[in-house]
């Protein structure tokens, strides 16, 4: 089992809200691995759309997306994927 790290940065005009957060939970939960998703200190389970939301991340907040499991590097690999992607939002 091995665990992988990666920090984001979001750059979507209205940050981590219900949409967003609804399409990492959804992405998240394809995979076994545990995620999480933390923003200054504050850590929460990766596939819980309350939970993200709860940390109130804006536009340009750095968050770390956090795996650990026999998938960790791809459910990384696919949640850092969506962020950069600014989750398909219009600028």
């Given at each position: 089992?091995?665990e992988?790290?990666?920090?984001?940065?979001?750059?979507?005009?209205?940050?981590?809200?219900?949409?967003?957060?609804?399409?990492?939970?959804?992405?998240?939960?394809?995979?076994?691995?545990?995620?999480?998703?933390?923003?200054?200190?504050?850590?929460?389970?990766?596939?819980?759309?309350?939970?993200?939301?709860?940390?109130?991340?804006?536009?340009?907040?750095?968050?770390?997306?956090?795996?650990?499991?026999d998938?960790?590097?791809?459910?990384?690999?696919?949640?850092?994927?969506?962020?950069?992607?600014?989750?398909?939002?219009?600028?």
């Amino acid at each position: 089992m091995s665990e992988v790290t990666k920090t984001v940065v979001l750059g979507n005009k209205y940050g981590l809200h219900v949409r967003p957060a609804t399409m990492l939970a959804q992405a998240a939960a394809r995979f076994q691995s545990e995620l999480s998703i933390s923003k200054d200190g504050v850590e929460v389970d990766g596939k819980s759309v309350l939970e993200m939301i709860s940390l109130g991340a804006e536009c340009g907040s750095e968050l770390i997306i956090r795996a650990e499991g026999d998938d960790a590097a791809e459910a990384v690999a696919s949640l850092e994927e969506l962020v950069k992607s600014r989750f398909h939002e219009e600028e």
